[in-house]
T-cell receptor
Framework: AQSVTQPDIHITVSEGASLELRCNYS??????LFWYVQSPGQGLQLLLK??????LVQGIKGFEAEFKRSQSSFNLRKPSVHWSDAAEYFC????????????FGTGTRLTIIP | EAQVTQNPRYLITVTGKKLTVTCSQN?????MSWYRQDPGLGLRQIYY???????DKGDVPEGYKVSRKEKRNFPLILESPSPNQTSLYFC????????????FGEGSRLTVL
């Protein structure tokens, strides 16, 4: 069964500092990997996704993520955070076999301090 | 504007009183799904639908029903709600060609007393 682990429940970062959110996955085949962001009171929005090819993927809002098969990781990064980046971030793994279900991690809440 | 619309956004009800949370999408998507979000558990899939009249269970289907009579609508039915169904519910849709991008509604917060 596929699973996702986000080891950090809550991270606090100063505005302008760099950010890395960790994600580890478990999946038997080549995974489809995603990062979603949830702003307060909102639904989830796709930041970026990895299906195949280049292991460094670029997303919206200046985010990027790197797929490392040897470490079963798909960490999200941003070189300089903005106050508007405060939100909850979810890593997810999916498959293309029938159900387009995504299995989500438990999320990381990001707080930005001035 | 492309969107997934859920109603109601907030609801407080009592144990055993049947309720329906509606979900509608205007993107002509074939695939629709319901998730519930609980603190410390992330999002878990309840039911999904690959197309009209085609539905199947997700990971936590107990206590829920769904139907897909039209492509755009995918209501979630709680026949006899219980307090353990207090949660934040999200409807999502995608084109079905597996782009991986699920479009989410804004969520429905349900409290069962």
């Amino acid at each position: 069964a596929q699973s996702v682990t986000q080891p950090d429940i809550h991270i606090t970062v100063s505005e302008g500092a760099s950010l890395e959110l960790r994600c580890n996955y478990s999946y038997g085949a080549t995974p489809y990997l995603f990062w979603y962001v949830q702003s307060p009171g909102q639904g989830l929005q796709l930041l970026l996704k990895y299906f195949s090819g280049d292991t460094l993927v670029q997303g919206i809002k200046g985010f990027e993520a790197e797929f490392k098969r040897s470490q079963s990781s798909f960490n999200l990064r941003k070189p300089s955070v903005h106050w508007s980046d405060a939100a909850e971030y979810f890593c997810a793994v999916g498959s293309n076999f029938g159900n387009e279900k995504l299995t989500f991690g438990t999320g990381t809440r990001l707080t930005i301090i001035p | 504007e492309a969107q997934v619309t859920q109603n109601p956004r907030y609801l407080i009800t009592v144990t055993g009183k049947k309720l329906t949370v509606t979900c509608s999408q205007n993107m002509n998507h074939e695939y629709m799904s319901w998730y519930r979000q609980d603190p410390g558990l992330g999002l878990r899939q309840i039911y999904y639908s690959m197309n009209v009249e085609v539905t199947d269970k997700g990971d936590v289907p107990e206590g829920y029903k769904v139907s897909r009579k039209e492509k755009r609508n995918f209501p979630l039915i709680l026949e006899s709600p219980s307090p353990n169904q207090t949660s934040l519910y999200f409807c999502a849709s995608s084109s079905g060609s597996y782009t991986g991008e699920l479009f989410f509604g804004e969520g429905s917060r349900l409290t069962v007393l």
